[in-house]
């Protein structure tokens, strides 16, 4: 159980155009989505929360015009960037919140979206 | 904010030996510490976690540590495998029912077993 999708594994664009990222939660709901971003060999950086339902609650220094996150069910999250430029490349990673039995909340991560923009 | 500091950022150990990461978090409110298992290019994968209310917790060979008073927690892997190989991060949070709970992550080690 706990299984979170994410899609497209992989994306190559040209600067300018928009890019949107999927994040499912298969098996069970999710009230609330976080998704990082990863740049090659450091750490991952929380974006923003996503709350089904409401808008979604950016970290500093994150653009919400910029990466617009919808949380339209509560098993889908999306990320869109817009107007990519080659700086936004990264690895976007998701991860929902799922409660186990016994009331207790963990976060599981989806595979991941690595994004190249040309 | 909460702030997490990992260390090392590298650790080489040999097959069979031991490996410990210690992180050190800044906010004494913060209940809720899992670790991470990264491996090139995939997902982050829970491996274990701790809750504050408890100062140990084990899983076969993996093991985690939690000081409250010092604020600082550690992962024990015992008899290292090669498939250890991987980047390990730690994380903090305080729980809160129904609430955000973001994570905060520290910068992570790359475990390296050798054979």
């Known amino acids: 159980g706990a299984v979170v999708s994410q899609h497209p594994s992989r994306v190559i664009c040209k600067s300018g155009t928009s890019v949107k990222i999927e994040c499912r939660s298969l098996d069970f709901q999710a009230t609330t989505m976080f998704w990082y971003r990863q740049f090659p060999k450091q750490s991952l950086m929380l974006m923003a929360t996503s709350n089904e339902g409401s808008k979604a609650t950016y970290e500093q220094g994150v653009e919400k015009d910029k990466f617009l996150i919808n949380h339209a069910s509560l098993t889908l999250s999306t990320l869109t960037v817009t107007s990519a430029h080659p700086e936004d490349s990264s690895f976007y990673i998701c991860?929902?919140?799922?409660?186990?039995?016994?009331?207790?909340?963990?976060?599981?991560f989806g595979p991941g979206t690595r994004l190249l923009v040309l | 904010g909460e702030n997490v500091e990992q260390h090392p950022s590298t650790l080489s150990v040999q097959e069979g030996d031991s490996a410990v990461i210690k992180c050190t978090y800044s906010?004494?409110?913060?209940?809720?510490f899992p670790w991470y298992k990264q491996e090139l290019g995939k997902r982050p994968q829970l491996i274990i976690d701790i809750r504050s209310n408890v100062g140990e917790k084990k899983d076969q060979r993996i093991a985690v540590t939690l000081n409250k008073t010092a604020k600082h927690f550690s992962l024990h892997i015992t008899e290292t495998q090669p498939e250890d190989s991987a980047v390990y991060f730690c994380?903090?949070?305080?729980?809160?029912?129904?609430?955000?709970?973001?994570?905060?992550f520290g910068t992570g080690t790359q475990l390296k077993v050798e054979l």
């Open positions: 991860s929902a919140k799922s409660r186990l039995a016994g009331g207790v909340e963990t976060q599981y």
């Open positions: 994380a903090a949070t305080k729980e809160v029912t129904g609430g955000g709970n973001k994570l905060t």
């Open positions: 906010d004494s409110a913060s209940n809720y």
